[in-house]
């Protein structure tokens, strides 16, 4: 979810805690009391679990300007750990506060349900994304999307580093299909936008 989404719903309403974490400092355990909701000002947070033979299996990557653990809102317990990948600032909404907030505002309550609606639908397209085997599928997928109906143009919301995380795909092999549907003439790229020109 968007960090300033969060920070527009409940601006007047609560005012959000600022913390700070160094590289490889967890932010929460599994296990440990939630705390609330978390946003990232500045670095990189990842959301991991432990498996049974001691290896850690990443869930989610949250970035700048993201939130994340807003599922634990309505649980007592963290159900995985959260450590800083880079020195990281944060803001954090007190889970109390939150709730207080929700049940005294029910128009601020609908709006907080719409947003985790769309981030659920958002998780959703992903997993079907990484369904698809071949990466230039996947990423064609993507590209198809999110893009424009009426001009086809895509305005690439993250790094492609960051990209081949969200769909599983290594970020060599996203420069190498792009390259490839760019040699097709089945896009046109610049730094931020790609156009598609079909056919996919």
């Known amino acids: 979810m968007r960090l300033v989404d969060l920070k527009t719903l409940f601006a007047g309403s609560i005012t959000p805690y600022d913390l700070s974490f160094k590289a490889s400092e967890f932010v929460f355990v599994q296990g440990a009391a939630v705390e609330g909701i978390f946003g990232v000002e500045e670095g990189k947070i990842r959301l991991e679990r432990y498996t049974l033979d001691g290896n850690t299996t990443g869930i989610h990557h949250a970035k700048a300007k993201e939130s994340f653990a807003e599922a634990s809102l309505f649980s007592d317990f963290y159900d995985c750990h959260a450590v800083a990948l880079k020195p990281s600032r944060l803001v954090l909404f007190p889970k109390e506060k939150v709730l207080d907030t929700l049940r005294c505002k029910p128009d601020l309550a609908i709006a907080y349900i719409r947003l985790l609606s769309f981030h659920v639908k958002s998780l959703r397209s992903n997993l079907e994304l990484r369904g698809i085997r071949s990466a230039r599928g996947r990423i064609l997928s993507y590209f198809l999307q999110i893009a424009d109906i009426k001009t086809g143009i895509v305005m690439l919301p993250c790094t492609l580093k960051d990209l081949s ?17 760019e040699n097709e003439s089945i896009i046109v790229r610049d730094e931020n936008t790609i156009r598609i020109l079909g056919p996919v």
Request: charged share 30%; proline share 0%.
């Open 165 to 181: 995380h969200m769909l599983g795909i290594a970020h060599e092999t996203i420069y190498r299909e792009i390259r490839k549907l």
